[in-house]
């Protein structure tokens, strides 16, 4: 597989070029079903260790099937797919650039969830116009042992989150430990319970938040992801879903900006305007820099060409 990494805002993203699986043609959301389906060793070999890491965030790189978009995706990570991401959708503009296949302004690219637009500001800094994003649920309380009764915000941003106004630990580094662990309970606890996003969906990211550093910003997250790896930016997904419950609860007027601090002091600028069905379409900005390309590659007899798998008899 031929990729390239890039890193945006801290959270790095492979996008899978060239010698992927051949997913056929038809409907994105097809090809999605065959890759899982069929062809998940690739994403296990490009997301796990020895050459893929807890971090990385992949997209595979496809031909849309929507005349108006540039090129279509599909993000997977350690774990599993998503159904779209923020701050891979800026990584896959910045490369695209990088490639040569995009230039400044605006273009189309296909998700499985959707068409959203980026436009390209300068080589290392795109804008994303997410998908339409809404509040689900407000104030849902949970009673998590080994955390305590918390209240927290259902929201789709492009992957369902669980926002809890509130941190178990001040939004340090040096608490990402402990911030995971709270996290993965909190995912459990709505899990066991049955609590989901419309449509019976399970709620697969956690956010929490507190103060920024910056005397700028106006907040600073924690987004913990479903392959247990956390957000080192600060999650496109997670603050268009941020955006949606302050645009409900009339904290933010549509064209305002919102500046969301990331665990680790990166930055997204943010706001929205409403769409047609009254939700709200949000605008993530961020800057990506190209960091690798390669090749993967997987000799015969490797016992871990298709990456470690850890299981309990391991
Ligand atoms: O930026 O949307 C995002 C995202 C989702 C998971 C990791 N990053």
Known sequence: MRFIDSHTEGEPTRVIIAEGPDLGSGPLTDRLARFASGFDHYRRAAMLEPRGAE????????????????????????????KMCGHGTIGLAVTLAHMGRLETGIASIQS?????NVEL?????????????????KNVEVDVEGVGTLQGDIAWGGNWFFLVNWSPAPLTPANIPELSRCARLIRRELERQNI???????????EFFGPPAAADAHSRNFVYCPGGAFDRSPCGTGTSAKLACLA?????????????????????????RIGESGAIIPRIVGTAFICAEGRLIQQQGDPFRNGIVLSEET
Not at 112 to 116: A, E, L, Q, R, S
Not at 121 to 137: C, K, M, T
């Open 112 to 116: 499985p969830v959707g068409i959203v």
């Open 121 to 137: 500001l300068s080589p290392n800094e795109a804008a994303v116009e997410n998908v339409q994003s809404y509040r689900y649920r």
């Open 248 to 272: 409900a609860d009339g904290k933010l007027a549509a064209g305002d900006v919102w500046i969301q601090e990331s665990i680790i002091g990166s930055r997204f600028r943010a706001s929205y």
């Open 196 to 206: 989901t996003g419309a449509n019976a969906e399970e709620i697969d990211h956690i």
């Open 55 to 82: 971090s990385l965030v992949g997209a595979l790189l496809c031909e849309p099937d929507h005349p108006q978009c540039a090129a279509a995706v599909i993000f997977f990570n350690n774990t599993g797919y998503l």
